[in-house]
C-alpha cells in the first residue's frame, strides 16, 4: 500500500539538548550491564568456575533458539499495543527493575555445586536476562525513528546514545577489572558479586528516568491501524534494504561479541598488563569517532560513511593477528576509531528502512524491523560465545579453575595465537564482509531523498487525521 500525496509536508521534528541528554541515560544503564555481560560471562563461568566449553556450547545454542523467538515475537507485540502511555513507553519502564535483578542473578551461580548446577544456573538465568533485555532494547531503538523524521535529529539522538553507551561500556570493562580476581590476589567472587549487585540496581534506574522524559507521538498508535501478522511479516522479509542491513549488522555483531569477550584474556596472557590501557586504546578513539558522524554522514551519506568505517576497523582488527605485540595496542586504537560508525549510524540506517517500509505498507513498524534483525544477528552472539569456548580449548588454553584457581601465564603459544584470532582476526574479516554487503544498499542518493520527502507528507496526513479525530471527540 503506497501512501497517498498531500500538498503540505510538516517539518521534521525538532528535539532540544535537555531531551537528547536524557535520551541517552537509557544506553548507558543498558550498555553497562550488557558490556559488563559480553565480557564477563566467558571468563566467570570457563575460567573463574570451570565449566567445560561443552556446556558453555549448549548453553549458547538453547540461548539462541530462545532469542530466535522472543525478539520478533515482541517487536510484533509493541508495534500492536495500544495504551494511553503509548505502545513502546510502558514495557521499556516496567521491565527496567526486572533486567536490574536477572542481572545480578547471572552473577551468584553455586561456584561449588558441579557441573550440572553451574551449566542449569547459567542457562536458566542467562534466557531470564536476555528477556528483560530484549524488551528494553527493542523499544528503545524503535523509538529513535520515531520521534524525528530528520536524519540530523536522529544522528544527534544517536550521538547522545552512543556517547552515554560507550561510558556504560567502559565502565563495563572498568568495574570488572577492578572487582575480578587476579594474579597474586585472592580467588574469592565475593567482591565481583557485590560490584555487580549496585550496577543491576542503578542500571535500572537510568533506564527508568529516560522514560519519564520521553514521549510518544501518538498519530502512531492512535492512528495507525496495526497489520496482521502474515502481512508483517511480509512487508518485513521482502524488504531488500532491511534484508542487506541485517547481513550487515550480523557481521558487526559477530565482532562486537568476539572483541569484547576477549579484551580480559588478551590483557592477561597475550600483554600481561591490565585491561585499562587496552581499554583506553579502545574507547578514546571511540569518542573522538562519535562526534565527528555528523562531518561524515553530510560527506558521504550514512551508508557510506558506514563502509568507510567498517573498513577501517576491519583492517585493524585482522592486523592484530601478524603485528608484534607492541603493536597491537594501536591496532586497538586505529580500530576503535573505525567502530565510531557503527555505533553512531546502524540504527539510523534502521530508521531510513522504517520510513521506506512506511510508504509501503502504510504503518510505521519498528518493533517488527528490530525484533527480526535481532531474531537473525543475535545468534551472532552464540556463534562468538561458541567459537571462544572451542577455539580456546582446542588451541590448549590452560583455565585457572585447573591450576588452582590461580591465573596460569605461562600459556602454550597455540593458545596465544588462538587469542589474537579471535581478538583480531575473525571479527575484522566479518567487518570487511559488511562493508562489501552494503554496497548493495539500496536507500541513497535522489531515491533516499524521495522517500523522506514522501514520509513527511504522510506523516502530516497522519497528524490531521488525529486532529480531526480529536475534534470529533469534543
Not at 520527502?453 to 475534534?471: C, F, G, I, N
Amino acid at each position: 500500500m503506497l501512501a497517498s500525496a498531500t500538498p503540505e509536508a510538516v517539518a521534521p521534528i525538532r528535539l532540544s539538548i535537555g531531551y537528547k541528554v536524557i535520551w541517552g541515560l537509557a544506553a548507558l544503564g543498558s550498555s553497562l550491564v550488557s558490556g559488563i555481560y559480553a565480557a564477563l560471562l566467558t571468563i566467570f563461568y570457563q575460567d573463574y568456575l570451570g565449566l567445560q566449553a561443552r556446556w558453555i556450547g549448549i548453553a549458547s545454542m538453547v540461548y539462541a533458539v530462545w532469542n530466535a523467538l522472543n525478539d520478533p515475537l515482541f517487536g510484533y507485540i509493541t508495534d500492536s499495543t495500544r495504551s494511553r502511555q503509548g505502545r513502546r513507553i510502558p514495557y521499556m519502564r516496567y521491565t527496567a527493575p526486572f533486567l536490574g535483578l536477572t542481572f545480578i542473578l547471572v552473577w551468584l551461580a553455586p561456584a561449588r555445586a558441579g557441573e550440572i548446577a553451574l551449566f542449569g544456573w547459567m542457562l536458566v538465568t542467562m534466557l531470564l536476562y536476555d528477556t528483560c533485555y530484549t524488551i528494553i532494547g527493542l523499544v528503545y531503538s524503535a523509538l529513535l525513528p520515531e520521534v524525528s523524521e530528520s536524519d540530523a535529529e536522529r544522528n544527534h539522538l544517536q550521538i547522545s546514545s552512543s556517547i552515554f553507551g560507550l561510558v556504560g561500556f567502559l565502565l563495563g570493562f572498568i568495574i570488572p577489572e577492578m572487582f575480578r580476581p587476579k594474579a597474586g590476589t585472592s580467588p574469592s567472587l565475593l567482591p565481583l558479586q557485590a560490584s555487580m549487585g549496585v550496577v543491576g540496581v542503578v542500571s535500572a534506574l537510568l533506564v527508568v528516568a529516560t522514560t519519564l522524559k520521553v514521549k510518544e507521538r501518538p498519530e502512531f498508535y492512535r492512528v495507525d491501524r496495526p497489520l496482521p501478522l502474515k502481512e508483517a511479516i511480509r512487508y518485513t522479509l521482502t524488504s531488500k534494504s532491511f534484508l542487506l542491513l541485517v547481513s550487515e549488522n550480523f557481521m558487526v555483531v559477530l565482532m562486537q561479541s568476539l572483541v569484547m569477550a576477549m579484551v580480559f584474556y588478551m590483557a592477561d596472557y597475550v600483554l600481561r598488563i591490565s585491561a585499562l590501557p587496552l581499554l583506553a586504546c579502545v574507547f578514546i578513539p571511540l569518542f573522538i569517532g562519535v562526534p565527528l558522524s555528523p562531518l561524515l554522514r553530510r560527506r558521504l551519506g550514512v551508508v557510506g560513511a558506514q563502509q568507510w568505517m567498517l573498513l577501517i576497523a576491519g583492517i585493524a582488527l585482522m592486523l592484530i593477528a601478524v603485528v608484534p605485540n607492541s603493536l597491537i595496542p594501536v591496532c586497538l586504537a586505529v580500530a576503535g576509531f573505525g567502530l565510531s560508525g557503527p555505533q553512531t549510524f546502524t540504527n539510523i540506517l534502521f530508521a531510513q528502512v522504517a520510513d521506506e517500509d512506511e510508504l509501503r505498507s502504510g504503518v510505521r513498524r519498528e518493533g517488527a524491523f528490530f525484533g527480526i534483525n535481532a531474531l537473525l544477528t543475535k545468534p551472532a552472539q552464540s556463534v562468538a560465545l561458541a567459537l571462544i569456548a572451542s577455539i580456546l580449548e582446542a588451541s590448549g588454553f590452560v583455565p585457572r579453575e585447573a591450576y588452582g584457581g590461580q591465573i596460569y601465564l605461562d600459556q602454550p603459544a597455540s593458545a596465544l595465537f588462538g587469542i589474537k584470532v579471535l581478538a583480531g582476526l575473525i571479527p575484522g574479516a566479518a567487518l570487511i564482509v559488511g562493508a562489501a554487503i552494503l554496497q548493495w544498499f539500496p536507500l541513497r542518493g535522489r531515491y533516499l531523498t524521495e522517500v523522506q520527502e514522501r514520509v513527511l507528507r504522510l506523516h502530516a496526513e497522519k497528524h490531521a487525521r488525529l486532529s480531526a479525530d480529536a475534534d470529533r471527540r469534543r
